[in-house]
């Protein structure tokens, strides 16, 4: 069964380094989704894509976040520099686009935990 | 998109069914409801969605009121497995639409 591929599971990086993930969407979903989660708590989009253009970015903290899909297949969404309240599990989707009227579900991936410490 | 409100916690009885309820009470005409699931250290599982009538599938049933303001997620069977935080979600329509998620309903399926 087709799976978002997220890596990597785990990082661990000190407040004001970099630290980068990386989505692999299921193959043929053109819509892309990272999302936050800070522990006890439900999911925050922060950027989502349509191919390789942004669709919405309104909830990305620009200043340190950025988040680029450049062939409209994988993602890297990059944080510099981190920062303690950084620390959340990260995670990906991706969804078909759907014919109109009609709906598709996400699929999500298994999420990077990151601890900035 | 409208917003839901959903109990924080409840437990079920492992084979007992587990009904988990949601209020929408400010969702549009075109807006549909979601369900999904986490389990713990993993990404959300899309379980079911609806408009206005009730949908059933593999998983689990979707009981939406006739005034569309609440609906209920049933579990049929629960087991262990089905430990989890719910999130039920209400969702315009169109790809662009993301999917805005609570705090969910931990449920805990207790031996």
């Known amino acids: 069964e087709a799976e978002v591929a997220q890596s990597p599971r785990y990082k661990i990086t000190e407040k004001s380094q970099a630290v980068a993930f990386w989505c692999d969407p299921i193959?043929?979903?053109?819509?892309l989704y990272w999302y936050r989660q800070i522990l006890g708590q439900g999911p925050e989009l922060l950027v989502q894509?349509?191919?390789?253009?942004?669709?919405?970015d309104s909830q990305l903290p620009k200043d340190r976040f950025s988040a680029e899909r450049l062939k409209g297949v994988d993602s890297t969404l990059k944080i510099q520099p981190a920062e303690l309240g950084d620390s959340a599990m990260y995670l990906c989707?991706?969804?078909?686009?759907?014919?109109?009227?009609?709906?598709?579900?996400?699929?999500f991936g298994q999420g990077t935990r990151l601890t900035v410490v | 998109d409208a917003k839901t409100t959903q109990p924080t916690s409840m437990d079920c009885a492992e084979g007992r069914a587990a009904n988990l309820p949601c209020n929408h009470s400010?969702?549009?005409?075109?807006?549909?409801v979601y369900w999904y699931r986490q389990i713990h250290s993993q990404g959300p599982q899309y379980i079911i969605h609806g408009l206005k009538n009730n949908e059933t599938n593999e998983m689990a049933s979707l009981i939406i009121t006739e005034d569309r303001k609440s609906s209920t997620l049933i579990l049929p069977h629960a087991t262990l497995r089905d430990t989890a935080v719910y999130y039920c979600i209400v969702r315009g329509k169109g790809s662009a639409r993301q999917l805005t998620f609570g705090s969910g309903t931990q449920l805990t399926v207790l031996p």
């Open positions: 894509f349509q191919d390789e253009s942004v669709v919405d």
């Open positions: 989707a991706s969804s078909l686009n759907p014919p109109t009227g009609k709906h598709t579900e996400a699929f």
């Open positions: 400010t969702i549009s005409g075109n807006e549909y």
């Open positions: 193959s043929g979903h053109a819509t």
